[in-house]
Structures are given as C-alpha cells and as structure tokens.
C-alpha cells in the first residue's frame, strides 16, 4: 500500500532527519510510529476494561488461594 502525506518543508525536515538519526528511512519510521500509536491505543482500552472490572467487582486472591482453589498443592 502506498500512503501520502501534506508536510509542511518544517515537518519534512524534522521527520527525515530524526529517521536518519534512528538508522531507518522514513517509510519504516513511520510505519513504526502508527504501529506503536495502534497499540499503546489498544493497551490502553485493555487497561480500562480490566480497571472498571475491577471497580465493579475488587475481590482478589493470592496465588496460594487459586492453588489451593484449582487442586494443584
């Protein structure tokens, strides 16, 4: 797939030259760049899933508990 972008010669600048720093081209900075985005966003939404969950019902159990629990002591 191919993308384009509108980048001011500021933005073209800075982003050419931070992939240059980094050893990569700017495709593959880029690319990196929305594939962390995606999932710090999806980590996120995890998180907040997990955490409402949580509030709505904070009961929690040690290790030994769920051994004992699930028969393997």
């Given at each position: 797939m191919t993308i384009s972008l509108r980048l001011s010669d500021a933005d073209t600048l800075l982003i050419k030259s931070f992939a240059e720093m980094n050893g990569l081209s700017v495709s593959e900075l880029v690319r990196q760049s929305v594939l962390d985005r995606i999932e710090d966003e999806l980590d996120l939404k995890a998180y907040e899933t997990a955490l409402a969950e949580y509030r709505a019902q904070p009961?929690?159990?040690?290790?030994?508990?769920?051994?004992?629990?699930?028969?393997?002591?």
């Amino acid at each position: 797939m191919t993308i384009s972008l509108r980048l001011s010669d500021a933005d073209t600048l800075l982003i050419k030259s931070f992939a240059e720093m980094n050893g990569l081209s700017v495709s593959e900075l880029v690319r990196q760049s929305v594939l962390d985005r995606i999932e710090d966003e999806l980590d996120l939404k995890a998180y907040e899933t997990a955490l409402a969950e949580y509030r709505a019902q904070p009961d929690t159990y040690t290790l030994d508990d769920m051994e004992k629990e699930l028969g393997l002591l």
